[in-house]
Structures are given as C-alpha cells and as structure tokens.
C-alpha cells in the first residue's frame, strides 16, 4: 500500500494482487506447506486481503509462469502445456485443454518431486530421497562458481571440464525428467527458472538426448 501512495495509484484502481508461492496452494487459497519459505498451514489470500482491503489471489508460483506463457509466451497458441521451472527447486505448472490441472490439494504439477533416481538419491526438503529437484535445481551448477550461475555458463563456453561433466550429468538427468512428462502428456513443454534463461544454447542436444529415450518414435 505505501508503494500505491508513493505512485499516487487509487485503491479503486486496482483490481487485486497475484502472488506466486513456492509450494500447492490450494482453490481456497490455503498453502497447507511451503517448505522453502517454513511456511505450515495458512491461507494467504485472507491474510493480504485483510492487511490491504484487495482482492488476492494466490496459486502456485510455476502455475501463475505456466499461464503466463500460455498466455504471451511460447505456450501461446497451445492449450495443452506444461512449465518446468528450472530454479533452486523444479517446479512444474500443467495446463491441458486450457484449464491448469491444480489436483485435490493443489498439489498438481509438483514434478520436481518425482522420484528419479529410486536408490541412493539425494535427500530433498521434502524429506524423501532422489526427486527431480535434487538433480535439476540450479544450485547443482552453480555450487561450482560459488553460487554465481552466470559464471558457471561462462565456464561451460570457455570449455572447463569440470563445469561440461556437470552440464554433462545435468542434461542428461533433465532429459529424464522431460521424458517422463512428454510421455505422461505430450504436449508442448516450456523451459524456464534460471537455468531456462541459459539453456537456450543447448537445446538441440537436449532435445537429442529426450528423443533417444522416446517410446514412440
């Protein structure tokens, strides 16, 4: 409210705040967990609403990306799309005949907690072990330039080793991901989160490595 003051922006002139949460969030508006923001049980959307007098609502942060992109970006055109968002957590937004498939618990889309590596995975946050994200978060890459992920594709340009047999083990686990989505939905999938702003280099070999593990030819 004091940044509508300070840009001389009416109440009546808007019509409500979107917020994006790393975590389901649920038709209600209640985040039943946010593990990254130590969130438990709250529903947002009244919270906001009572401290500005706005209409609010809230969904999950790679939902609101996914309907972005359905609406203005390389989903456009497409009613069936899914986001991957490629961050310090993967997250995922689904869309199928345009409508986002939230689920129940507004848990739908979560692909960053299926579990790919079913034997001596990684621990998540989630507390489980070896889901997508503790092979396809962004800081998998970027703990070799001490969190700066620009220099890490810097690296990766100029040819260190180190830095191409992490990409190496990176794309090949995404593709893995990606595979499992192309053949749950087959649809147009979009790329995006911090390490989407990169990739854009690299995606034919993506591509290649999806298409080896295609069922379908």
């Given amino acids: 409210l ?38 438990g049980v709250i529903n947002v959307e009244q919270i906001l609403s009572g401290k500005t007098g706005l209409l609010v609502k809230a969904g999950n942060d790679a939902n609101v990306a996914a309907l972005g992109e359905m609406w203005q970006g390389g989903g456009k055109g497409h009613e069936d799309v899914v986001m991957v968002t490629l961050g310090t957590g993967v997250g995922g937004g689904i869309i199928i005949g345009g ?4 689920g129940f618990h507004g848990a739908g889309g979560e692909i960053g907690h299926m579990t790919v590596v079913p034997e001596g995975g990684e621990l998540c ?19 070799y330039t001490d969190g700066n992920l620009e220099q890490f594709f810097e690296l990766l340009e100029a040819g260190d080793k180190g830095a191409a047999r992490l990409w190496d083990q990176y794309l090949d686990d995404l593709s893995l991901g990606i595979h499992n989505i192309r053949v749950l939905f087959d649809s147009v999938i979009i790329l995006g989160g911090y390490v989407g702003a990169y990739i854009k280099n690299y995606m034919d070999e993506l591509c290649r490595r ?3 593990r295609d069922s379908f030819d």
């Fill in 210 to 212: 999806v298409d080896e």
């Fill in 99 to 102: 409508k986002m498939i939230s």
């Fill in 125 to 143: 946050y989630c507390g489980r072990r070896g889901c997508f994200d503790t092979v396809c978060r962004s800081t998998i890459l970027d703990q």
């Fill in 2 to 39: 004091g940044k509508m003051e300070e840009k001389q922006i009416a109440k009546d002139d808007v019509q409500g705040i979107g917020l994006g949460v790393p975590g389901p969030v649920g038709a209600d508006g209640t985040v039943h967990k946010c593990v990254n923001l130590g969130w």
